[in-house]
């Protein structure tokens, strides 16, 4: 094996996608990977990280629960910085890669305790509009930083940073450059809350649609990702509304549902704003109200600022007020349509490409 690039991520879809599409394209290069990430999100055992080395570090995060909790926290960080910095020093990495998020400090950290011949080059991603915590504790070392947004708050301002955009799946890749179809007679609404789902479309959106004038509920197809337990009442709710609707828990083919969908109902992480303007779709984005940044909130009004979505915030979003602002998108589709064009004017393709190009260049004498 040559020196190899170490991938550094775990944790949410939104935070593993863009790993995996920039380690396939490095793979495709000709590079030697490995994966680190830690005990608490475990193995990958999926797509291209089955066949890849990979290293389960301990190191979880630092925000346990009291002093106790923080104690252990910091002490798990210890010692996954230790592992790491011993894998590092025996694969004679080449770099090491972070996408944010918890699993990403140990081995980053780690590489600037080895001695200078062997210390591998630093890169990080940002996937949001505001550096994430892990990011922000990794930007102290001074490595290059890859962006997803042209604007990003609570960058350094000595930070080194490239626009690559946000790596996408290329089942989602693939959507770029496809056209948007105003809805004429069947309006299809993909709803969906972020890889772990988000109970508040289910509470919320089943109600709105279901006071629709009677006119539109008929024309309407809803694919909804809904929450295992939650599933039964919300179908019915459905049903008695006479709105063909399709739920599921997880949605497995993200690029089939995008291409259908007139609109989409949603959370603002950064990966699913990267796939809405990768297809070009509109969308009402309720940014995840706990985010420890409200970087989802910084993620939507991107969007909102660009023409391509209609934000409300969650304490707003009731079914009254999402009832009023469907019907009146569904009676001015020009609005949907118009939103969709500038949705696509906003994505930035080959991100993926692009944090591969800087990695390389990193790895240049
Ligand atoms: C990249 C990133 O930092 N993302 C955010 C998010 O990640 P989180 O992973 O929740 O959300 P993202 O929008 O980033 O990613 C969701 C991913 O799940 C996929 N999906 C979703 C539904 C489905 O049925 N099937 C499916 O495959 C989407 O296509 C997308 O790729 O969590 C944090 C809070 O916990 C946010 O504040 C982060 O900003």
């Known amino acids: ?22 380690a396939t394209v490095l793979a495709e290069r000709g590079h030697d990977l490995v994966l680190m990430t830690d005990a608490r999100h475990g193995r990958r055992d999926t797509g291209l990280f089955r066949d890849l080395p990979q290293y389960v570090l301990d190191g979880a995060g630092v925000a ?5 909790g923080k104690v252990r926290g910091v002490l798990a960080l210890l010692r996954g910085i230790g592992e790491a ?11 090491v890669v972070g996408f944010g998020g918890y699993p990403s400090i140990p081995p980053l950290t780690a590489s600037r305790f080895l001695p200078s011949a062997k210390r591998p080059r630093m890169v990080i991603h940002e996937g ?30 000595h930070a080194q940073t490239t626009l690559t955009g946000m790596p996408v799946r290329a ?17 299809n609404l993909l709803v969906w809350g972020g890889s772990l789902g988000a ?6 959106v089943p109600q709105a649609l279901a006071a629709l004038p009677e006119e539109l509920r008929k024309r309407l197809k809803v694919t909804q990702q809904i929450k295992a337990d939650d599933l039964d009442r919300v179908r019915a709710i459905y049903t008695d509304a006479g709105i063909e609707v399709e739920a599921a828990p997880f949605f497995t083919d993200v690029p089939a549902c995008l291409r259908d969908a ?18 070009g779709r509109p969308s009402i984005l309720v940014p995840l109200p706990i985010a420890a940044s409200d970087e989802q909130g910084a993620n939507g009004q991107a969007l909102v600022d660009a023409g391509a979505a209609w934000m409300i915030r969650q304490p707003d979003f009731t079914p009254t007020a999402l009832t009023a602002l469907l019907t009146d998108l569904f009676s001015q589709p020009e609005k949907l349509e118009n939103a969709a064009k500038a949705a696509h004017f906003c994505a930035r393709p080959h991100a993926a ?4 190009d800087l990695i390389e260049s990193a790895l240049r004498p």
């Open 1 to 22: 094996m040559s020196r190899p690039i170490v991938i550094a991520a775990g944790g949410t879809g939104g935070h593993f996608f863009p790993a995996e599409a920039v």
């Open 64 to 68: 346990g629960k009291g002093l106790g």
């Open 85 to 95: 910095r011993r894998v590092l020093k025996s694969l004679d990495a080449a770099a």
């Open 128 to 157: 949001n509009a505001v550096l994430g915590q892990a990011n922000a504790f990794l930007a102290r070392f001074s490595p290059l930083i890859a962006t997803s947004y042209a604007t990003v708050a609570r960058l350094p301002q």
């Open 171 to 187: 089942g989602i890749e693939a959507l770029f450059g496809n056209t948007y179809a105003v809805p004429e007679e069947r309006i």
């Open 199 to 204: 109970r508040v479309f289910s509470e919320v």
């Open 262 to 279: 007139h609109l989409v109902i949603g959370r603002a992480g950064g990966s699913s704003v990267a796939e809405l303007t990768m297809s």
């Open 353 to 356: 490409a692009k944090v591969a």
